[in-house]
């Protein structure tokens, strides 16, 4: 969770929504992502999809059997729906989110009997420090009197 929290860190710094993920299998890093919509101008450049981007291609497959992917915040729907199409193992997640996630709070994607695929899902791990780089990063919009989705036109 340690690496997911500084891909969270430089999309902070880019003024980015401050999420980060990374695929892990066996003791290695095979994909690390951050939350990228703001600078691709692309509403899918999630931090979860660039990491299972990431990963299949280091490993040059189309499937991350046996992987986990660790992710600052509860992953939304989109983000849970890749994760099983790319038969990840396991998710493990820091802070839920109560807005948008998919992972337990509005539903749970990963963990659906009608799929052909379940992941398992760990949430809560490094939660305090998860919460606390989304609710600054919130805090400080609300400050300055703007939202996220800036893009907009």
Do not use: W
Not at 8 to 17: F, P, T, Y
Not at 84 to 101: E, F, M, Q, S
Not at 144 to 153: A, D, N, V
């Amino acid at each position: 969770m340690n690496a997911a929290l500084e891909e969270a860190r430089c999309a902070l710094d880019a003024g980015e929504v401050p999420v980060g993920a990374v695929v892990v299998r066996g003791d290695r890093i095979i994909g690390r992502g951050r939350n990228r919509v703001e600078e691709t101008m692309d509403p899918t450049a999630h931090a979860e999809i660039i990491a299972i981007g990431a990963a299949a291609s280091a490993l040059k497959v189309p499937r991350l059997t046996g992987a986990t992917i660790y992710i600052t915040m509860e992953p939304c729907a989109m983000c849970a729906g890749a994760i099983v199409l790319a038969r990840v193992r396991r998710i493990v997640y820091g802070c839920p989110d109560p807005k948008a996630g998919y992972c337990g709070s509005l539903g749970s994607i990963p963990e659906d009997p009608r799929l052909n695929h379940r992941v398992t899902v760990t949430s809560g791990v490094m939660e305090q420090e998860c919460a606390s780089i989304v609710s600054g990063f919130f805090e400080k919009l609300r400050s300055e009197g703007r939202r996220s989705g800036r893009s907009e036109p």
